[in-house]
């Protein structure tokens, strides 16, 4: 069974979230299932060891929008500021594990498999506004 994110990029305006939607390539990388990825953000399939930003927030304080609602199927809702994300250290590892990535037989260095994320969601990101004013919030299935 895989697992897949479904973020919501948001942007603060006079005090109030506002849902946002970013440019092409951006919007489709965000949603691309990438477990390293997962893993920073939320914890979720890190079957590599990677420390992730912090665990899983549960919704915002003043959540935009609806939620899936909870069953057996979503799990780890959370959201993280840019500011967040650009906190974090995305040089980390190396990582590895033979059973998520068999045909790899050496470690290898978390920068390489999160590139494509970093060099177009965080720029995308920053381009609407303060990184305090800018988060994701992202929900997973199983």
Known sequence: MSTDIFPQVQRRAQGSWNNVTLPEPADKVLNERNYEVFSVLA???????VPPICPPKGPPPERVGSSPAPDDVFHSETWLTLAELQAYDWTGGPIWNGLVKPFRAEPYPLHEVTARFRETILPALAALG???DVRVQMIFDS
């Open 43 to 49: 914890d979720v399939r890190n079957h590599y060891g």
């Open 130 to 132: 303060d990184p305090d």
